[in-house]
């Protein structure tokens, strides 16, 4: 019997980081699950139409559904590369399957148990010497989507005092950054950590940019180190690796 195809579903983004995180990726995923047909689909339907005017062979999700099941495939395991059940993590469980069977993996803060792995890593691997901002993306105006971020946000600061979270969107706690902002003044010197997967606009815009409400221009400290993205950390990719493997024993269980 053919084994399930795998199919890696991101937001999508253009910059050469994100490109080399996910390469990172599947990469890995073709190294631990051999002999399964690997593609991606991208929720960022803008993004896949800017990619095939460049001639790229981007797919839409139902694009990618389509397309396995004209090739003869009759189960599908997704890897969904979001960070929280959200909104476009919520429209690849929605998405029409074209008689597909699929078992979709959860997003990376899918439970209680996930939110302590995942902040035990990011105090893990951040610096000691230093405060540490992570900088999440959030949701703008559906609080229900930035729960997970919120208990993040909570096992963080339990892990470690001098650790803040701030939401680029949907974020109330102006007082918490701001005095984050003068800690990092008073020792000079601060490490940022994107929670984002890959490294696009916000990374270069919202946290690196020279305008001064960039993270770098307000932190305005003259010892300033940014991380990586998510995608190129070897123990968030070994997390997703996780959630792909059970959408694939639900699979063989089913």
């Not at 890959?198 to 270069?204: C, F, P, R, W």
Request: contains cysteine; hydrophobic residues 45%.
């Amino acid at each position: 019997m053919r084994p399930p195809a795998i199919l890696l579903v991101a937001f999508g983004a253009m910059s050469p980081s994100a490109r080399a995180a996910y390469g990172a990726f599947e990469a890995e995923v073709r190294a631990v699950f051999p002999g399964h047909e690997i593609r991606w689909a991208y929720t960022a339907t803008t993004l896949v139409a800017r990619l095939k005017a460049k001639g790229e062979a981007a797919r839409t999700l139902d694009e990618a559904y389509a397309g396995l099941a004209a090739d003869g495939f009759t189960s599908v395991a997704v890897c969904s590369l979001h960070l929280v059940p959200g909104e476009k993590h919520q429209e690849v469980v929605d998405a029409p399957r074209h008689g597909l069977r699929v078992a979709v993996g959860q997003p990376l803060l899918s439970s209680p148990e996930a939110i302590r792995a995942v902040a035990a890593s990011l105090v893990q691997d951040a610096p000691g010497d230093r405060p540490v901002l992570v900088v999440a993306h959030g949701h703008a105006h559906e609080a229900r989507f930035n729960a997970e971020l919120v208990a993040l946000k909570a096992e963080l600061s339990r892990l470690r005092a001098d650790i803040h979270q701030v939401l680029l969107e949907g974020d109330d706690d102006e007082a918490g950054l701001e005095a984050f902002i003068a800690r990092a003044r008073n020792l000079g010197k601060v490490h940022v950590v994107p929670f984002l997967l890959v490294a696009g606009d916000h990374v270069q815009n919202d946290i690196l940019g020279d305008e001064p409400d960039s993270f770098r221009s307000r932190l305005s400290v003259p010892d300033f180190t940014c991380d990586d993205a998510l995608g190129l950390k070897p123990w968030a990719r070994k997390h997703f690796r996780d959630r792909l493997d059970a959408a694939l024993a639900e699979l063989e269980h089913a």
